[in-house]
């Protein structure tokens, strides 16, 4: 690990203040940050710590829905009664990452900002343009099972990692970010960015401001949900695909769905074309399988990756069928 | 960059002058000597770090000792009382629940904190529970029964805490 100036701040302005120095990162929970940092690929100048702002309150918003803070601990979000009946998707999303030891430590905020497994990324040595701009690409001609197929470019193809993220995705979660003068809100799915030809641009987030809560507004009445995830081995281990599913229901019509995909996308991947077709409709075997279909037409898989356009296909059709007999309590 | 943070390590109170690049688990086997405390991958992948911070469950690896400041931990070393081994170590050794004994602080430190998780209490919960420690000598079904026979003595003892999950 590379030596760094460390700020405990006690403040917003404060650590606002300090972001905008140069090379300097923002501290949370630290399971990500640290380990980026043993490997050397985040070699900060500064790091500033926030855990003792208070930003680790789960609360309900006035106009419906919740707010969470950014430093509720993952394990904190994922049992919480009121996300476990009201978003039973996030809860199972958040179980289903990472080991009970790590979402006790990572937070919300890093949760949204953690970086890539891609080999090459994280190997320090590779080509790889994520980690220094115009590099190129190793996983381009090289080994790319674990890569994306959905939203890639030729500079880069890592997946983003977060199963939190898909659901929040599924959810419509909006990323509340303070420290510039105004106060924003940014939807989840704009908050990534695609990669393109700048893959180390990876968020919306601007110089000086800090994520400060995640919004989930309110699920109608009736409305079903599921998370599922298939991996290489049946627990600690990132998805090879993954799908949160989110479908508003009046009496056995599907009124309105919403389905994110990880692990086979640059950034959880919402699919509104996809969505459309399950809209005003009665769910059957044979909607749900051109719903999928649907939602994969953009794939572009490369030798190793090929398998996970079937595989998400019918992880999609499963979520759907699990989530439209899945009954809200 | 050196700075000072007080620690709470197995009760006894620690004023410690440190780099900040010092992690909790390099303190404690490094500086303080508790190597109880092991080091397996040191990327929050094998769980054997385990400690308990201010009583939750946590890689120790992944953790800067700064961003503990004024916390409270324990580790294997800490865990029994008066002389007297704590119900998890018993329930280790009676079930033989290791065979090297590498990842077993860490076993039982996770399964410590397991214990205060608002987890089912069913086979498959106490697995995923405990999915974030690996025993590379293949230990788990002993592992296993050891935490499950801890949980069934605990529901004996206080039955409303046990059926909260």
Same mark, same amino acid.
């Given at each position: ?11 917003l ?10 090379g ?8 990500n ?17 926030i855990?003792?702002?208070? &930003?680790?309150?789960?609360?309900t ?14 394990s ?5 009664p ?28 890093g ?6 497994r !891609? ?43 977060s199963?939190?993220?898909?659901a ?10 303070e ?13 990534? &960015?695609l ?9 919306a ?10 919004d ?41 769905a ?22 005003h ?6 909607l ?20 996970k ?15 439209s ?5 | ?13 620690h ?30 992948? !094998?769980?054997?770090?385990?400690? &308990? ?8 690896? &992944? ?23 704590h ?42 529970g ?35 999950s």
């Open positions: 690990m590379k030596p760094f100036r460390y700020h405990r701040i006690k403040t302005q404060e650590a606002s203040h300090l972001t905008q120095e140069p300097a990162v923002i501290l949370a929970g630290g399971t940050l640290i380990d980026m940092m043993r490997l050397e690929i985040m070699n900060p100048a500064a790091v500033v710590d855990q003792s702002l208070p &930003l680790n309150q789960i609360e918003l006035p106009s419906g829905g919740f707010r969470i803070g950014s430093l509720v601990r993952n904190d979000l994922a049992f919480h009121s996300i476990q009946k009201e978003y039973p998707v996030l809860s199972q999303a958040i179980l289903s990452g990472a080991s009970p030891q790590i979402r006790n430590q990572a937070t919300v905020g949760n949204l900002m953690q970086r890539t !891609c080999t090459y990324f994280r190997d320090g040595i590779s080509p790889c343009s994520k980690r220094n701009p115009g590099t190129g690409c190793s996983a381009e001609h090289g080994y790319h099972r674990s890569h994306a197929v959905l939203g890639i470019s030729d500079s880069c193809s890592a997946t983003h990692p199963d939190m993220c898909v929040l995705a599924a959810l419509d979660a909006q990323i509340v970010l420290g510039k003068k105004e106060k924003r809100t940014v939807p989840i799915t704009e908050f990534y &960015l990669p393109q030809n700048t893959p180390w641009k990876e968020t987030l601007e110089p000086a401001e800090i994520i400060t809560a995640v989930l507004p309110e699920l109608p009445e009736g409305t079903r949900t599921c998370y599922l995830k298939v991996r290489d081995r049946s627990s600690y281990e990132f998805a090879l695909v993954s799908a949160a599913v989110v479908l508003e229901f009046n009496q056995n019509q599907i009124q309105k919403r389905i994110a995909l990880g692990g086979i996308a640059v950034k959880p991947w919402r699919v509104p074309e996809a969505e459309k077709l399950l809209h409709s009665t769910p059957s075997k044979k749900f399988q051109t719903c999928a279909e649907t939602a994969l037409k953009g794939a572009k898989p490369k030798k190793d990756n090929e398998f356009v079937e595989l998400a296909k019918r992880v999609i059709l499963h979520a759907l069928s699990l989530a007999k899945t009954k809200k309590e | 960059m050196e700075l000072t943070v007080t620690l709470e390590i197995n009760e006894k109170k004023v410690l002058t440190l780099d900040s690049r010092t992690t909790l688990l390099d303190l404690l086997r490094e500086e303080l000597h508790l190597t109880g405390t092991k080091k397996g991958c040191d990327h929050g992948q !094998c769980g054997t770090c385990t400690i &308990l911070l201010d009583g939750k469950r946590v890689n120790s690896c &992944l953790i800067l000792a700064a961003s503990a400041d004024q916390k409270s931990i324990t580790t294997i070393e800490g865990l029994s009382s008066s002389n007297s081994l119900p998890l170590q018993k329930a280790f050794i009676s079930h033989d629940a290791l065979q090297c004994g590498y990842c077993t602080p860490g076993q039982i430190l996770s399964a410590a904190g397991f214990l205060n998780e608002p987890w089912e209490r069913t086979t498959e919960g106490i697995k995923e405990m999915s974030g420690n690996l025993c590379r000598c293949g230990a788990y079904p002993n592992i296993l029964t050891a935490v499950q026979e801890v949980l069934e003595n605990q529901k004996l003892l206080n039955p409303q805490k046990a059926s909260h």
